[in-house]
């Protein structure tokens, strides 16, 4: 569970984040939606421990975090563009990502991570011949390996053409019993995969069930 409460943020003396609430509740999968420059990446450094906080708390399965506790373990997290090894095959990379949580390279997690993202066939291959969609879904099958509770997926589609998009929102579907947020620009995935809305907007965060979200019309037509 994720629960933001009055978090207040700021670069210099502008306000980016005000007084912003947000609890997130296990099974719920929560889009994170604003315009460009509305504090989404504040919002997700903020989560991470990446970013002080300035003013507020926020709460990581009970856990509160501090300049000191990080809650590296409970959360993972996919960025939009992850770091992979290009000369490395998939099932290296895996392995390579894996030793740096735990000495011990649990092979039988990794093969169920990889068929999990659909990309158990292509695991020998070295990963400068996949494509786009097959590196997000090796990024996301890293991600899953740790087995956080919590996942914050950074515009998991982005840049990926239709098929791709579909095969990774095929595999995030799949997931089950986690504490989600991502955030996306489209709301046709969000439809597809998220239960609730939480939309920033001049500093403030709502948070909304798609259905109430959808009927704000927050996102212009183009974006349905
Ligand atoms: N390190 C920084 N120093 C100063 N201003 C910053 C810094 N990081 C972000 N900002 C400003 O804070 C505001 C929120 O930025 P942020 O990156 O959190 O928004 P965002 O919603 O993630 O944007 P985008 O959708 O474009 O990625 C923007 O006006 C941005 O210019």
């Excluded at 989404?40 to 991470?48: A, C, F, G, Q, R």
């Excluded at 990581?60 to 992979?84: A, C, V």
């Excluded at 709502?206 to 259905?211: A, I, M, N, Q």
Aim: aromatic share 6%; proline share 3%; charged share 25%.
């Amino acid at each position: 569970m994720i629960d933001i409460q009055n978090l207040h943020q700021s670069y210099g003396n502008k306000t980016v984040l005000d007084d912003v609430n947000l609890t997130i509740e296990k099974d719920e999968v929560c889009a994170l939606v604003g315009r460009n420059g509305a504090g989404k990446s504040t919002l997700i450094n903020s989560l991470l421990g990446i970013l002080p906080i300035k003013k507020g708390t926020i709460t990581i399965n009970g856990i509160t975090l501090t300049k000191k506790s990080r809650p590296q373990n409970e959360i993972g997290y996919l960025p939009e563009k992850f770091m992979l090894y290009p000369l490395l095959t998939g099932l290296d990379n895996m392995r390579f990502f894996a030793r740096a949580v735990s000495n011990q390279v649990d092979e039988t997690r990794i093969e169920k991570v990889l068929k999990s993202v659909n990309l158990w066939e292509d695991r020998n291959t070295v990963i400068n011949g996949y494509s786009k969609g097959m590196l997000q879904r090796l990024g996301l099958a890293v991600t899953l390996y740790q087995d956080s509770s919590i996942l914050v997926l950074d515009e998991p589609t982005s840049g990926l053409d239709p098929i791709g998009r579909k095969e990774i929102l095929e595999a995030l579907k799949a997931l089950k019993n986690k504490t989600i947020l991502l955030s996306s620009h489209h709301m046709d995935e969000i439809k597809q995969l998220c239960t609730h809305v939480a939309f920033l907007d001049e500093r403030k965060m709502t948070k909304y069930t798609v259905e109430e979200f959808l009927q704000t019309q927050k996102l212009g037509e183009n974006d349905k």
